[in-house]
T-cell receptor
Framework: QKEVEQDPGPLSVPEGAIVSLNCTYSNSAFQYFMWYRQYSRKGPELLMYTYSSGNKEDGRFTAQVDKSSKYISLFIRDSQPSDSATYLCAMSWGANSKLTFGKGITLSVRP | EAQVTQNPRYLITVTGKKLTVTCSQNMNHEYMSWYRQDPGLGLRQIYYSMNVEVTDKGDVPEGYKVSRKEKRNFPLILESPSPNQTSLYFC????????????FGDGTRLSIL
């Protein structure tokens, strides 16, 4: 079982839809969770960062962590064509651990 | 503007011809890292550096070298490139420990013929 699994996609939704992106993980020691957004021909940029369990909201984006189920989610409300990108989850445990990334899912929001 | 700068952005070269991809950050970050991104495999760490003169192997270090002589620079060296090193490469840096969010460059697309 891979440490971090992410739905492979791709995913295509109409503008205005609510998007749910998910990752599952196997290492119960993970406690730092991130979502990165990567536009074509650009590097990943940090979108959301959460520590331990719970929800975090930033505008149209909500990150959710369920450590008991080893499951994290990113919700995008009122999706826009500008949200079309690849989304990668990443997680880590202690101060000297590396980031472990999901493989990414490509989202396309149709006007 | 805070940024990680990689050069070149694109390079086509031939097997065996040594090349260097430069990476520079202007955020005074201690931690720097190199990744390669391949379809179906995601981001994989090649090498990382906790600070000046401190480097260590990541998950896929074979065929690569790095150095960290200055805090801001972390070049990636391919001494004898081979076609299986054709990939999209990213340099990243972080102001905190290695497990904290990283700031990425815009990537270098290498094609080894």
């Amino acid at each position: 079982q891979k440490e971090v699994e992410q739905d492979p996609g791709p995913l295509s939704v109409p503008e205005g839809a609510i998007v749910s992106l998910n990752c599952t993980y196997s290492n119960s020691a993970f406690q730092y969770f991130m979502w990165y957004r990567q536009y074509s021909r650009k590097g990943p940029e940090l979108l959301m960062y959460t520590y331990s369990s719970g929800n975090k909201e930033d505008g149209r984006f909500t990150a959710q962590v369920d450590k008991s189920s080893k499951y994290i989610s990113l919700f995008i409300r009122d999706s826009q064509p500008s949200d079309s990108a690849t989304y990668l989850c990443a997680m880590s445990w202690g101060a000297n651990s590396k980031l472990t990334f999901g493989k990414g899912i490509t989202l396309s929001v149709r006007p | 503007e805070a940024q990680v700068t990689q050069n070149p952005r694109y390079l086509i070269t031939v097997t065996g011809k040594k090349l260097t991809v430069t990476c520079s950050q202007n955020m005074n970050h201690e931690y720097m890292s190199w990744y390669r991104q391949d379809p179906g495999l995601g981001l994989r760490q090649i090498y990382y550096s906790m600070n000046v003169e401190v480097t260590d192997k990541g998950d896929v270090p074979e065929g690569y070298k790095v150095s960290r002589k200055e805090k801001r620079n972390f070049p990636l060296i391919l001494e004898s490139p081979s076609p299986n090193q054709t990939s999209l490469y990213f340099c990243a840096s972080s102001g905190g420990p290695s497990n904290q969010p990283q700031h990425f460059g815009d990537g270098t697309r290498l094609s080894i013929l």
